[in-house]
C-alpha cells in the first residue's frame, strides 16, 4: 500500500510539474506573440506613406503626383514622382492619370495606387497651384537652380513665365511659373526631372525645424485650400518623424516603370519593392 501511495505521490507530481511547463510555456509564448505585435505596432507608427497631388489652375488635372515614404526606424525617405501621363486603363481605353482627377477625385487615385505600387497612403494632400504659391511663400521662398531660361506668354490662359536661368531664391508666384513651363528641349522628361529637382529643394525647405513655428500658417493654407485628411493632430504625432527627415538617406526618383509610344506603364512589382519598408 505504501508502495502504492509512493507511486500515486510520484506520478501526481510529475503530472503537476507537467501541467505547470504547459502554462509557463504558453505564457511565454503568448508574452512573445504580444511583444511582436506591440512591436511591429510601434514600426508601423514610426513609418507612413503621403500620396500629394498638384493641381493645375482650374483643379481638374492633376500636374503633379507625387508618393512619398517616411520610415523613421531605418530613417529612410523616399519621394517618387508618378508621371501624369500613367496609364490607366478600363476596358479598351487608356487614359492619362493626370487627366482624370476632376471626373474621378482624390478616391480614384488613391485605388489605383493601391493597385500599382501596393500602398494604401496613410494621408494626402490634393493641392491648387494657389495653394501651393501661398505655401512656398510662407516659407520664404524656395532657393532652387533655374535650369533654363524660361518665357511663355497666353492671354487666354492668364499665363505669363518669365525666369531667367540659374541660382535663385523663387517665390510661391515664380515657383509656379517654372512648374508650368514646358518648353524644354527633351520635353516631358525634361519638365518631370524639373518636378523631382523642386520637390527636393522644397522638402529641404520645409522639413526644417524651425519651420514648426509656421506650423499655424501652413495648416491654415492646407485646410482652406486644399483637399487633404491631415490635421493638426497628425502633425503632432508625425512633427517629429517628418521634420527629422533631413537627416535620413534621402532618394527622389521616378516610380518604376517605362514609357511606351504612348503612356508610362508603372512596373508594380519594383514599385511594391520600393515601398515595402514604408508599409
Known amino acids: 500500500a505504501s508502495l502504492l501511495d509512493m507511486y500515486y505521490t510520484v506520478r501526481d507530481r510529475k503530472d503537476a510539474m507537467r501541467q505547470k511547463s504547459q502554462a509557463v510555456r504558453k505564457t511565454v509564448q503568448n508574452l512573445c506573440a504580444r511583444l511582436t505585435k506591440k512591436l511591429a505596432i510601434q514600426e508601423k507608427e514610426l513609418a507612413a506613406t503621403f500620396l500629394l497631388i498638384g493641381l493645375d489652375h482650374n483643379k481638374q488635372n492633376a500636374d503633379a503626383i507625387f508618393l512619398v515614404g517616411i520610415n523613421a526606424t531605418k530613417k529612410q525617405a523616399t ?5 501624369s501621363d500613367t496609364e490607366v486603363t478600363e476596358g479598351t481605353s487608356s487614359y492619362e492619370l493626370g487627366s482624370l482627377y476632376g471626373s474621378r477625385g482624390v478616391n480614384f487615385y488613391k485605388n ?16 491648387p ?36 536661368a540659374g ?13 508650368c513651363f514646358r518648353g524644354y528641349s527633351d ?7 524639373t518636378q523631382l529637382g523642386f520637390a ?14 509656421r506650423a499655424a500658417a501652413i495648416l491654415n ?21 517628418m521634420f527629422n527627415v ?13 514609357k511606351n509610344s504612348s503612356y508610362y506603364a508603372i512596373s508594380t512589382n519594383r514599385a511594391k519593392a520600393m515601398f515595402e519598408i514604408y508599409q
Open 187 to 193: 520635353g516631358v522628361e525634361d519638365r518631370e526631372d
Open 79 to 83: 519621394v517618387a514622382l508618378i508621371p
Open 246 to 258: 533631413s537627416t535620413y538617406t534621402q532618394s527622389y526618383t521616378r516610380i518604376p516603370g517605362a
Open 221 to 241: 493654407n492646407m485646410y482652406y485650400n486644399c483637399e487633404t485628411d491631415f490635421d493638426e493632430g497628425d502633425l503632432k504625432e508625425l512633427g517629429e518623424m
Open 167 to 179: 541660382q535663385q531664391t523663387l517665390s510661391g508666384d515664380e515657383a509656379l511659373q517654372m512648374l
Open 129 to 164: 497651384m494657389s495653394a501651393l504659391s501661398n505655401l512656398i511663400d510662407i516659407l520664404g521662398g524656395i532657393s532652387y537652380k533655374v535650369p533654363t531660361t524660361m518665357y511663355y506668354y497666353d492671354p487666354y490662359q492668364n499665363l505669363k513665365i518669365n525666369l531667367k
Open 112 to 127: 489605383f495606387i493601391l493597385q500599382e505600387t501596393g500602398v494604401d497612403p496613410d494621408y494626402y494632400a490634393a493641392m
Open 200 to 213: 527636393r529643394a522644397f522638402c529641404v525647405t520645409f522639413l526644417k525645424p524651425d519651420n514648426l513655428t
